[in-house]
């Protein structure tokens, strides 16, 4: 079994600054494409940011220039660096990864989410 725990949310101003993890343990031999989702009341769950399969990444356009995506192979963890943070930021974040098996199956897993809210 895969888990992914994310840590670092919180409450933050405007303009203040929040850094992400997700950890990934378990029975893990390989990560394929791995990122970051959100999830705000009442609205349904996007893309925040991403390293594809290639190794490329994705940003959502809100997004752009304010925060960056980044991994640790060694530690098998992801994180999300989110400056300059807005209102409209405030959501669920949520880690999501395709993780390889014992048996070379691709499955997707999702961490339980951490809450950041941001206060204007």
């Known amino acids: 079994q895969v888990q992914l725990v994310e840590s670092g949310g919180g409450l933050v101003q405007a303009g203040g600054s929040l850094r992400l993890s997700c950890a990934a343990s378990g029975a893990i031999y390989g990560i394929n494409d791995v990122g970051w989702y959100r999830q705000a009341p009442g609205k349904q769950r996007e893309l925040v940011a991403r390293f594809t399969s290639g190794g490329s990444t994705n940003y959502a356009d809100s ?36 993780v390889r098996n014992y048996y070379g199956h691709y499955v997707r897993y999702w961490g339980q989410g951490t809450q950041v809210t941001v206060s204007s």
Request: aromatic share 12%; glycine share 2%; proline share 3%.
């Open 63 to 98: 997004v752009k220039g304010r925060f960056t995506i980044s991994r640790d192979n060694a530690k098998n963890t992801v994180y999300l660096q989110m400056n300059s943070l807005k209102p409209e930021d405030t959501a669920v974040y949520y880690c999501n990864a395709e």
